[in-house]
């Protein structure tokens, strides 16, 4: 019987050079229990991730976790900014907290507060990132960005292209969660998808949202793990790993 890793394993058994790959975690502030379990596995694999962190969700308790876990292996785990508060502004249509209906103003306001609660939560633990709520936001957000000196925009592939000379995109290829709750066969298409974007990405990144994996869903992300830190081919990064 296949195995729904088959695929991913054929890339990456093919590849005429290193795969790179990076993980996303989204809404960290949020069923930080879930997020905890996620973390563990990322450390028992020797994988990094990413924590896109929502600056209003945090806590004293969380902040002290991420922290002791960064000063144990910085090299693993990566803290940015996710939003201001993960809040809808948009009256219709898709859910978006830099959307068209904020003013360029409106957005850096938001924009500026949440950077200085992780700066103090973080200090230079923080990495100048940005990931919008829902991988959603305007060409006025990238202007904000650029004026508090953010450096890198994560973002789904999907999403319209944006301009910038200064900050670069880093773009999710793979949701996780999505292909989970919707796909009438989860995990043969993340395999296939995993395995596509591994082959076709020069940097495959994969997105997750630790609210939606119980202790069931996180199996096949361990055993996504275990093939990847079994190929010396394999190289996960982080995303600040790409600035340079």
Not at 31 to 37: C, E, H, M, P, V
Not at 201 to 229: C, Q, R, S, W, Y
Request: hydrophobic share 40%; aromatic share 6%.
């Amino acid at each position: 019987m296949a195995n729904w890793l088959d695929a991913v394993r054929d890339v990456l058994d093919n590849a005429v050079k290193p795969v790179r790959v990076f993980f996303r975690d989204d809404d960290a502030g949020w069923s930080n229990d879930r997020l905890y379990a996620l973390l563990d596995e990322f450390a028992q694999s020797g994988m990094p991730i990413d924590l896109a962190v929502i600056p209003e969700a945090l806590d004293q308790m969380l902040i002290d976790g991420l922290l002791f876990r960064h000063r144990q292996a910085q090299h693993l785990i990566g803290l940015h900014q996710h939003g201001y508060n993960h809040t809808n502004h948009e009256p219709v249509g898709r859910k978006c907290e830099f959307g068209i209906s904020r003013t360029k103003n409106q957005q850096k306001d938001d924009i500026a507060k949440g950077q200085k609660l992780l700066r103090e939560a973080f200090g230079k633990a923080l990495d100048p990132i940005f990931t919008p709520p829902w991988n959603r936001c305007t060409q006025d957000t990238v202007g904000c960005l650029e004026d508090l000196d953010f450096r890198l925009l994560s973002r789904d592939a999907t999403a319209a292209g944006l301009e910038s000379s200064t900050l670069k995109q880093m773009p999710v290829h793979i949701d996780w969660s999505r292909i989970i709750k919707m796909s009438p066969d989860p995990l043969h298409e993340l395999g296939q998808a995993i395995a596509g974007n591994l082959g076709n990405n020069d940097l495959a990144g994969i997105m997750l949202h630790h609210a939606d994996m119980d202790e069931e869903n996180l199996k096949p992300l361990a055993e996504l793990l275990t093939v990847f830190v079994g190929r010396s081919n394999v190289h996960g990064l982080l995303l600040r790993d790409t600035l340079g």
